[in-house]
């Protein structure tokens, strides 16, 4: 069975600093991967994915992140975060080839300060 | 906005009721994916449906069911409701069930349990 880990439940970042979101999985097989942000009192928004490819994923808002196969991760980027970028983030997992339903890192709490 | 409806946006009710969510996908979307989230369990994968029949299930209750309707509507029914239900149901669509694609997620149900 799959599943995703992010190892800190709060990421604080001055506002105009990069920032990194942390993301590792498990899978047997080849994953596809998704951020998902969630802002208050909203359902999750997709940010970006991979499925194949170049390792380096462009998304909204200025997101990226980068897949390592060897060290099964997924971590999120920004190079200048903004005050507006506070939200909580959830990675995700689905295995190529199957019906598998996405499975969900427990979320990490990103606030930006100004 | 994803395009994806959910009513009622919030719901009170009492230990033992039953209550049903109601989820309307994005156009074109055919299949509707359920999810719960709480703050001990974090996002939790319920149920998927793909064009009216059921696809995938998860870490659904028995005393949960759904279903999704020739117009492609999708209903959650929670019965004998518990203290413990209280939490966040989300309802996610997509255009194919397949891994790769990204789910776009409603606004949620938030339902209390008193």
């Known amino acids: 069975a799959q599943s995703v880990a992010q190892p800190e439940d709060q990421v604080n970042v001055a506002e105009g600093n990069p920032l990194t979101v942390k993301c590792t999985y498990s899978v047997s097989g080849n994953p596809y991967l998704f951020w998902y942000v969630q802002y208050p009192n909203r359902g999750l928004q997709f940010l970006l994915k991979?499925?194949?490819?170049?390792?380096l994923v462009k998304g909204s808002y200025g997101f990226e992140a980068e897949f390592n196969k060897s060290q099964t991760s997924f971590h999120l980027k920004k190079p200048s975060a903004l005050v507006s970028d506070s939200a909580l983030y959830f990675c995700a997992v689905s295995l190529e080839g199957g019906n598998t339903p996405l499975v969900f890192g427990k979320g990490t709490r990103l606030s930006v300060i100004a | 906005d994803s395009g994806v409806t959910q009513t009622p946006k919030h719901l009170i009710t009492a230990t033992g009721q039953r209550v049903t969510l109601r989820c309307s996908p994005r156009?074109?979307?055919?299949?509707v994916y359920w999810y719960q989230q709480s703050l001990d369990q974090g996002l939790q994968f319920l149920i998927q449906?793909?064009?009216?029949?059921?696809?995938a299930k998860g870490n659904i209750l028995e005393r949960f069911s759904a279903q999704q309707f020739p117009d492609l509507h999708s209903e959650l029914n929670l019965s004998s409701l518990e203290l413990g239900d209280s939490a966040l149901y989300f309802c996610?669509?997509?255009?194919?069930?397949?891994?790769?694609?990204?789910?776009?997620f409603g606004p949620g149900t938030r339902l209390t349990v008193l």
């Open positions: 156009s074109g979307d055919l299949s």
């Open positions: 991979y499925i194949t490819g170049d390792n």
């Open positions: 449906y793909y064009n009216g029949e059921e696809r």
């Open positions: 996610a669509s997509s255009p194919h069930p397949s891994g790769y694609n990204e789910q776009f």
